[in-house]
């Protein structure tokens, strides 16, 4: 069965994601890579209201390059993916250029 997923929407063609388990509580959490053309950018993870008591389905994890030092609760994978997208495209999609500080 194959775990990669593209959304189409404006903004997120050059985005692939990839169905996962993280090993962050005993039996696993459910968690996407989140690939830009070749390159891992981002894990998420969606957020066990149960587990953690913080209303919210996806968390970012740990992010790469531009989404370097980021950590978010976002409220729908939507929401996550577009926020993401748009790190990309505020200055030309390249993924290792560093955030201006």
Same mark, same amino acid.
Request: net charge negative.
């Given at each position: 069965?194959d775990?990669?997923?593209?959304?189409?929407?404006?903004?997120?063609?050059?985005?692939?994601?990839?169905?996962?388990?993280?090993?962050?509580?005993?039996?696993g959490?459910?968690?996407?890579?989140v690939?830009?053309?070749?390159?891992?950018?981002?894990? #998420?993870?969606?957020?066990?209201? $149960?587990?953690? +008591?913080?209303?919210?389905?996806? *968390?970012?994890?740990? !992010?790469?390059?531009? &989404?370097?030092?980021?950590?978010? #609760?976002?409220?729908?994978?939507? $929401?996550?993916? +577009?926020?993401?997208?748009?790190? *990309?495209?505020?200055? !030309?999609?390249?993924? &290792?250029?560093?955030?201006?500080?």
């Open positions: 069965m775990n990669m997923m593209r959304l189409g929407s404006a903004g997120l063609q050059d985005f692939s994601f990839m169905n996962v388990r993280l090993a962050t509580v005993a039996n959490e459910h968690g996407l890579l690939m830009k053309s070749d390159q891992l950018v981002a894990v #998420l993870t969606q957020v066990d209201e $149960e587990v953690y +008591s913080v209303k919210g389905g996806w *968390f970012l994890e740990t !992010g790469f390059g531009k &989404l370097g030092g980021h950590h978010r #609760l976002f409220a729908s994978l939507d $929401e996550a993916t +577009s926020w993401i997208a748009d790190r *990309f495209e505020a200055d !030309g999609q390249q993924v &290792l250029e560093a955030d201006a500080a």
